[in-house]
T-cell receptor, first 110, second 113 residues
Framework: QKEVEQNSGPLSVPEGAIASLNCTYSDRGSQSFFWYRQYSGKSPELIMFIYSNGDKEDGRFTAQLNKASQYVSLLIRDSQPSDSATYLCAAPQDTGKLIFGQGTTLQVKP | KAGVTQTPRYLIKTRGQQVTLSCSPISGHRSVSWYQQTPGQGLQFLFEYFSETQRNKGNFPGRFSGRQFSNSRSEMNVSTLELGDSALYLC????????????FGQGTRLTVV
């Protein structure tokens, strides 16, 4: 059974700090990963995707992929209270199917 | 560019009834996937449709079914509703469904009483 694992948290950081969210996966064949942000009561919103080893930056967000360690992370710089949400890591398993982690709840305190 | 549209947003049904949910994908997207989200189980894959064909199916009972129309709109049906079917049902739209980005609709909140 292919799995995606995340620490459920909550992860609490002060405003302005760097939040680091982590995800591990069991399938060595996984080639791409997605990070979704989900506010309470809302649907998941795609914020980052990464296909290659290394870092990918988009504004305050940086995704990091290490295929050898089967590890993907999301860094949020200059965290804001509006970043408080659940962050879901996902990997494609089969056609049209994403496997999601349980999500990490991030709390950014003013 | 319009996003993914799901209707209705909220539903309350009684045990034993059936329900149909609708999803209109982003224009040009041909893949529609359906997920069930509950607090205990997280996001669970139901099935995926591409060009009116179901290509993939998750581990849900046969009471859960779906279809896709020629305009890529998709419907999901749940028959003989059970209390445990109460959940947020989400559809995701993508170009091809193969490792391409998937965008979610706002979801349908189903409550079974």
């Amino acid at each position: 059974q292919k799995e995606v694992e995340q620490n459920s948290g909550p992860l609490s950081v002060p405003e302005g700090a760097i939040a680091s969210l982590n995800c591990t996966y069991s399938d060595r064949g996984s080639q791409s990963f997605f990070w979704y942000r989900q506010y309470s009561g809302k649907s998941p919103e795609l914020i980052m995707f990464i296909y290659s080893n290394g870092d990918k930056e988009d504004g305050r967000f940086t995704a990091q992929l290490n295929k050898a360690s089967q590890y993907v992370s999301l860094l949020i710089r200059d965290s804001q209270p509006s970043d408080s949400a659940t962050y879901l890591c996902a990997a494609p398993q089969d056609t049209g199917k994403l496997i999601f982690g349980q999500g990490t709840t991030l709390q950014v305190k003013p | 560019k319009a996003g993914v549209t799901q209707t209705p947003r909220y539903l309350i049904k009684t045990r034993g009834q059936q329900v149909t949910l609708s999803c209109s994908p982003i224009s040009g997207h041909r893949s529609v996937s359906w997920y069930q989200q509950t607090p205990g189980q997280g996001l669970q894959f139901l099935f995926e449709y591409f060009s009116e064909t179901q290509r993939n199916k998750g581990n849900f009972p046969g009471r859960f079914s779906g279809r896709q129309f020629s305009n890529s709109r998709s419907e999901m049906n749940v028959s003989t509703l059970e209390l445990g079917d109460s959940a947020l049902y989400l559809c995701a739209s993508s170009l091809t469904g193969s490792s391409t980005e998937a965008f979610f609709g706002q979801g349908t909140r189903l409550t079974v009483v």
